[in-house]
């Protein structure tokens, strides 16, 4: 059973910064595409940024390019969101998942595409 547990949230002022980490179980973590998701209360979950197997492809949602940097260290089975600039409309519970299909080409965004998820970490943004 993969265990995925998130870290690293809190409160910020905008225009600070915080870096999620993401660790994750089991001996195949570099054979996996991972993402980050958010969630506004009363919303889905959307598409953060994600990050391929091991070559490292990444893709953002627009909302992140520019701001956030998905990284892999697979020799510590760890996925990071460096999160920069941060804005009020940032304030959502992030959420890492692990893709469904071993090395796929690519990075996935849908959430359909992720059979393993963390708990969630809370990030508040203040103005």
């Known amino acids: 059973q993969v265990q995925l547990v998130e870290s690293g949230g809190g409160l910020v002022q905008a225009g600070g910064s915080l870096r999620l980490s993401c660790a994750a179980s089991?001996?195949?973590?570099?054979?996996?595409?991972m993402g980050w998701f958010r969630q506004f209360p009363g919303k889905e979950r959307e598409f953060v940024a994600g990050?391929?197997?091991?070559?490292?492809?990444?893709r953002y949602a627009d909302s992140a390019k520019g701001r956030f940097t998905i990284s892999r260290d697979n020799a510590k089975n760890t996925v990071y969101l460096q999160m920069n600039s941060l804005k009020p409309e940032d304030t959502a519970v992030y959420y890492c998942?692990?893709?469904?299909?071993?090395?796929?080409?690519?990075?996935?965004?849908?959430?359909?595409?992720?059979?393993?998820w963390g708990q969630g970490t809370q990030v508040t943004v203040s103005t």
């Open positions: 998942a692990r893709d469904l299909a071993s090395w796929r080409i690519g990075v996935p965004v849908s959430e359909s595409d992720y059979g393993y």
């Open positions: 089991g001996r195949t973590f570099s054979n996996y595409a």
């Open positions: 990050i391929s197997t091991r070559e490292g492809s990444t």
